[in-house]
């Protein structure tokens, strides 16, 4: 079954941390993406990657990085938690073209205290 | 700004019962998506339509798009309490590059068995 896959389900953090939210998908898509959901504002595009070592900002990239050494795997960096990012994180992966959609993983409920 | 806006924000019916979901957006798109998702869990992709078609079926599914007031309904025929749910749209904009969907706030779906 392929699947996309976020190594946390629940992670707490403490303010100033660096935190890394690891993705790993096992169907070869090129596109990899991260957002955040948050209640009355959806799902908000924080970056995404057409390639390895490919990263083009989202909607609001501000506070993160993300890395793409291998295609399979996509890694979010906080680089210091702060509270106003406590949220559920989806990971996603596409073909190009948006052929069959995105594969979302389960998600990864995060909270900074 | 906000590209796809789901209505009604909340629906709830009776099993057996027809549920429509409405998604309007902004700008030109190549395609529109139906996205599910179980509370705390992540995004399953149902449906693409491609700017191009009108309806489109799946299942208990249809999916009709309107390209020229920028609009889409979801119906889900024979509702089941399984169905209940939060359903998102999601747009392929033609001025954003590559395979990047934006989100709306989704509508909270409740199947009363």
């Known amino acids: 079954d392929v699947k996309v896959t976020q190594s946390s389900r629940y992670l707490v953090k403490r303010t100033g941390e660096k935190v890394f939210l690891e993705c790993v998908q096992d169907m070869d898509h090129e596109n990899m993406f991260w957002y955040r959901q948050d209640p009355g504002l959806g799902l908000r595009l924080i970056y995404f990657s057409y390639d390895v070592k490919m990263k083009e900002k989202g909607d609001i990239p501000e506070g993160y990085s993300v890395s793409r050494e291998k295609k399979e795997r996509f890694s979010l960096i906080l680089e210091s938690a702060s509270t106003n990012q406590t949220s559920m994180y989806l990971c996603a992966s596409s073909l190009p073209g948006q052929i069959y959609g995105y594969t979302f993983g389960s998600g990864t409920r995060l909270t900074v205290v | 700004s906000q590209q796809g806006e789901e209505d009604p924000q909340a629906l709830s019916i009776q099993e057996g019962e027809n549920a429509t979901m409405n998604c309007s957006y902004k700008t030109s798109i190549n395609n529109l998506q139906w996205y599910r998702q179980n509370s705390g869990r992540g995004l399953v992709h149902l449906i693409l339509?491609?700017?191009?078609?009108r309806e489109k079926h799946s299942g208990r599914l249809r999916v009709t798009l309107d390209t020229s007031k920028k609009s889409s309904s979801l119906l889900i025929t024979a509702s089941r309490a399984a169905d209940t749910a939060s359903y998102f749209c999601a747009t392929d904009q033609t001025e954003t590059s590559g395979s990047r969907l934006t989100f709306g706030e989704g509508t909270q779906l409740t199947v009363n068995p």
């Open positions: 339509i491609r700017s191009n078609e």
